[in-house]
């Protein structure tokens, strides 16, 4: 089977060096990048220890889960698995923690009441991680997705935590990376607990990366079963049906990127010749880019108001464009429109998750790039419950129809919603796995 990856091993000794030589090598180019950042400045102390981070775990006989979920989309992941763990294992003290800002702030929206407490992921240095770990004490390590943190599962081995990977996935391109490096990742593999894939396919790339076939398992995608809230629960959902009680007709685009604002407002201007009543929500994928897009906006001559500039009581929201400029109301914006458009498509960024304007029963257009997110979009273009356009052109023709009938489109996410059920269950089975690595009640640290 080989050796597992452990402190002071060959590989552990390797990486390490490497790490070392390239923080010092590189520091002219990372030191400034971090520090004239905002959002990279703004975690940094909290990801080295100096601030915040998690509490010093009672030793109270319960046990302690740490699910690790980067960004924004593995914490929503996340949500229904960390409400089935509190369900199953009532007592067990539950800890979030994220990488990213809006990971951060997702965590606190969605899983206030669930979770007992969240902090920033530490950097996978020496001794950190370490130290992270005797804070927590945890019992479990559960990792959502596939976040492959060397010194972090290396000092999970060293002081005996369990490591779970749920929702693992390796896509075609990052397989063909990581294989250049098997000799590297299989010990890491190796020394993993569990892991739980999303099909079969990514069970099988693990395989050959190196992991134990009795250890891996297809436990589905957790994505599928996160549960959106109800249409008209949230004050920009209600805001958005009183428009459309007044005749409007709602475009979101969500998850935007930069070069698809540009293409989406102009197949928007061109829809909008033939249906004046037609509006726009853009909700661009990164805070930072809230300014830019605005600008863009008006220099199209295009009226435009930002989010955080309406009172949640406003009775009509003026502007033919509305900039989501807020975090966490994306999917309220999806419970209301009549079409969606899911970003990251028409640019090579891998697309973005179509199921939140699914739940809702709302027709979506994604553009040609879904990588990221390609068994959804793949079984969804073959129920016929997404529209997939080729570029710019495509995309006009299609808003284009939308705005001659919107009711044209109606039938494709009563489709999406349909098929939507027929997926669920990912969050039974990588419960499982977390609770099975659970220790004994009398063995626990």
């Known amino acids: ?11 552990h000794l390797l990486y390490n060096f490497l790490l070392g030589t390239g923080l010092i090598v590189g520091a002219p180019a990372w030191i400034p990048w971090v520090l004239l950042s905002r959002k990279r400045r703004a975690n940094l102390p909290d990801r080295v220890g100096l601030r915040g981070g998690p509490r010093r775990a009672p030793i109270d006989g319960r046990p302690t889960v ?26 067990a003290r539950l800890l979030v923690s994220s990488v990213t800002l809006t990971g951060r702030e997702t965590a606190v929206k969605s899983l206030s009441g669930i979770v007992d407490e969240g902090f920033y992921f530490p950097f996978d240095l020496p001794g950190l991680c370490g130290s992270f770990l005797d804070r927590v004490r945890p019992d479990v390590v559960v990792i959502v997705e596939t976040e492959i943190w060397p010194n972090f599962i290396a000092a999970c081995a060293r002081r005996g935590v369990s490591v779970v990977i749920v929702n693992g996935r390796l896509s075609k391109r990052s397989f063909v990376g990581y294989m250049r490096f098997r000799w590297f990742f299989a010990p890491i593999l190796r020394t993993l607990r569990t892991i739980s894939a999303q099909t079969s396919e990514d069970a099988e790339r693990f395989v050959a990366l190196g992991a134990p076939r009795d250890i891996v398992t297809v436990g589905g995608n957790l994505k599928f079963d996160v549960s959106p809230p109800e249409s008209g629960a949230s004050p920009l959902s209600a805001m958005l049906l009183r428009e459309k009680a007044a005749g409007a007709a709602w475009i979101v685009a969500g998850s935007t990127h930069d070069g698809e604002e540009a293409q989406l407002l102009r197949a928007f201007l061109t829809a909008r010749e033939r249906n004046p009543s037609i509006r726009l929500l853009l909700a661009p994928r990164h805070p930072e880019r809230f300014d830019a897009v605005e600008a863009l906006v008006l220099r199209e001559g295009v009226s435009l108001v930002r989010r955080t500039s309406i009172p949640d009581t406003a009775g009509h929201l003026p502007g033919t464009v509305l900039l989501l400029d807020t975090v966490g109301e994306l999917s309220g914006a ?41 068994e959804i979009a793949d079984a969804f273009l073959a129920g016929d419950a997404l529209i997939r356009v080729a570029g710019e052109g495509e995309l006009a023709d299609r808003l284009t129809r939308f705005a001659a009938d919107p009711r044209l489109f ?12 027929t997926f669920r269950g990912a969050s039974e089975a990588s419960t499982d796995a977390v609770v099975s690595a659970l220790p004994e009640r009398g063995t626990r640290r």
């Open 1 to 11: 089977m080989g050796r597992p990856f452990l402190p002071g091993s060959p590989g």
């Open 334 to 374: 999806y419970a209301a429109a009549d079409l969606a458009f899911v970003g990251g498509s028409l640019v090579p960024k891998g697309g973005h998750n179509v199921l939140e304007p699914a739940w809702h029963g709302v027709p979506t257009i994604v553009g040609p790039h879904m990588d990221n997110f390609r």
């Open 410 to 421: 109606r039938e494709t996410g009563l489709r999406a919603k349909e098929l939507l059920e």
């Open 66 to 91: 740490w699910v690790h979920a980067v960004s924004v989309g593995e914490t929503l992941a996340a949500v229904p698995l960390l409400r089935l763990l509190r369900l199953r294992v009532a007592d």
